[in-house]
């Protein structure tokens, strides 16, 4: 009997940009997965290793988003650089797939939405990625699940001086929403418009996010962080003092923390 990982639909993947998987990951694992997602958490509250960023809330300061953490915990390294994500990611790109970079997105309760945007404006190095989107709780309309679209193959859309998809492009895309559970995986491509909206439940909405290259255009993950380490450093953790910096890209709608930079943590 083959299960769902088995009957991945890599031509649905083409023709729209993005695929879903249900079921892909067992029970066991997603609650190992959950275990890990909250002890990274804990550690980046606590100012452990990692890139970390926080947004302002109703309920004060709430960490909004965690980066490179593959190598500080056996699940999630596992998770990442091995098993199904990868194997999934190896027919869709037709070859190996290398690491890019990771995140988690916590969207607490009140965490903000990110505008239309592409990935592929944010991720320098490579011209093409896909990432895998681990949802840890469930991603609901309410929660603020990503809206996704086809298009992907038309490449980069119309963007503002935010690097965010024109509100003339955005109008035009026949977006819909990415509803999954934990045990469930979304890969989608680095041309695939998406947006998401605040989370409005009393719970957080958290997600990761795993982004891949081909393994024949190389290995980026380090030149990508000390990149964004970089940028971070020399421009600060907002953008002209209102909106807050979680990404190379302005797409986060989120509110900065009044008198706080938003990283965290070094691994220099
Ligand atoms: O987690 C979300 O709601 C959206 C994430 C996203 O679009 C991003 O991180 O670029």
């Known amino acids: 009997m083959s299960s769902p990982v088995d009957v991945y639909d890599v031509d649905a993947f083409r023709r729209d940009g993005w695929l879903i998987v249900r079921g892909a990951l067992e029970t066991e694992h997603v609650e190992a997965v959950d275990a890990a997602v909250t002890r990274l958490e804990q550690s980046a509250i606590g100012g452990g290793p990692g890139l970390h960023h926080f947004e302002q809330t109703d309920a004060g300061a709430a960490l909004a988003r965690s980066e490179d953490f593959v190598y500080d915990d056996a699940v999630l390294g596992?998770?990442?650089l091995g098993g199904i994500v990868v194997k999934i990611l190896g027919a869709l790109f037709g070859e190996p797939a290398v690491l890019f970079k990771e995140k988690v997105n916590y969207k607490q309760p009140g965490g903000g939405g990110f505008a239309p945007h592409q990935d592929a404006t944010a991720y320098r190095f490579v011209d093409h990625h896909i990432s895998c989107m681990v949802p840890i709780d469930p991603s609901t309309v309410a929660s603020g699940c990503l809206y996704v679209a086809p298009g992907y193959e038309a490449g980069q859309l119309p963007t503002d001086n935010r690097g965010?998809?024109?509100v003339?492009?955005?109008a035009q895309?026949?977006?819909r929403p990415a509803l999954v559970d934990p045990g469930d995986l979304l890969f989608f491509d680095s041309y695939t418009p998406h947006y998401s909206d605040t989370n409005t439940t009393?719970?957080?909405r958290r997600a990761a996010y795993l982004t891949y290259n081909a393994?024949?255009?190389g290995d980026h993950r380090d030149s990508y962080y000390a990149d964004k380490r970089a940028e971070f450093a020399a421009k600060g953790g907002d953008f002209e003092g209102d909106r807050v910096r979680?990404?190379?890209s302005d797409d986060f709608l989120g509110k900065p923390v009044p008198g706080k930079r938003?990283?965290?943590g070094s691994r220099e």
Request: zero cysteines; glycine letters at 4%; proline letters at 0%.
């Open 173 to 175: 895309l026949a977006w």
């Open 168 to 170: 003339e492009a955005t």
């Open 215 to 217: 393994a024949s255009v």
């Open 246 to 248: 979680i990404s190379i």
């Open 202 to 204: 009393g719970r957080s």
């Open 164 to 166: 965010r998809i024109t």
């Open 262 to 264: 938003q990283s965290v």
């Open 78 to 80: 596992d998770l990442i």
